[in-house]
């Protein structure tokens, strides 16, 4: 029998679904797709090589109950329309498990990880980044993408993952997707090892591409946070009224 995925970590990028995936793949009830992010689904090039080849990513997950693609560009629906209907079609009874984030603050990470990948963008300011770079502010548009998965899949097969609870008090969001997942809650867990991203700092990695004249500026115009606000308001309010969350989150948005 084909060992396949039956959860996916799909975003947002810069909300720790790194940190989420790596912790999951210590737990010896589940397994991580090889590479974490094969992005399969929002591929066309990479969806048109076969459900049978994507299945070979697996191989390491045999005798695992919960098996998980991390994809961050599954979150990306305005750019791959296709991977939620493609998800759905392939993987049915799938897991969503969906990370979100301050959206201004992960657009500041967003802005640096740009910065830092080999063939990414320089942008001059985190200003200059929000405004040449629409998929930047579309990957905090967290209603909008948590209501196509709910219409896709049912809300009952979603689990929203808080950055900032995650980060304040890692061990029981962990434990909680664990139930989610339908794996032991009480697996022991080395949670003493690094949560987030272990990574070296942002001027190292500059420094390795060649990019020290390379200055990060994540000093908002006010203009430009105004604009961007206004992109993401409604939405932002939307998602957060529906979890109850209006009074405790993100207050200075609005």
Known sequence: MDVRPNFFIIGAAKAATTSLSSMLSLHPEAGIVRGKEPHFFSNDLIFAQGWAQYLQLYSDC???????????????????????????????????????????????????????????????S???????????VDSSRYWEVFDAYRKNLGEARIKIVWFEDYVANPEPVFRDVCRFLDIDDAAPIDFGRQMLNSRASAEERLAALN?????????????????????????????????????????DLF
Request: aromatic share 8%.
């Open 62 to 124: 045999t005798g695992k109950r919960a098996i998980g693609d991390a994809s961050t560009s599954y979150s990306r629906i305005r750019y791959f329309p296709k991977t939620v209907a493609r998800i759905g079609q392939h993987v049915p009874e799938a897991k969503i498990i969906y990370m979100v984030r301050h959206p201004l603050k992960r657009m500041e990470s967003a802005y640096i990880e740009h910065l830092c990948t080999p063939g990414g963008q320089v942008f001059l």
């Open 126 to 136: 985190i200003n200059d980044a929000v405004q040449r770079q629409p998929m930047i």
């Open 211 to 251: 990019r020290q004249n390379v200055r990060i500026d994540m000093d908002w115009d006010i203009r430009t946070r105004q604009h961007v606000l206004d992109l993401i308001r409604d939405d932002t309010r939307r998602f957060l009224a529906h979890f109850g969350r209006q009074s405790e989150m993100w207050n």
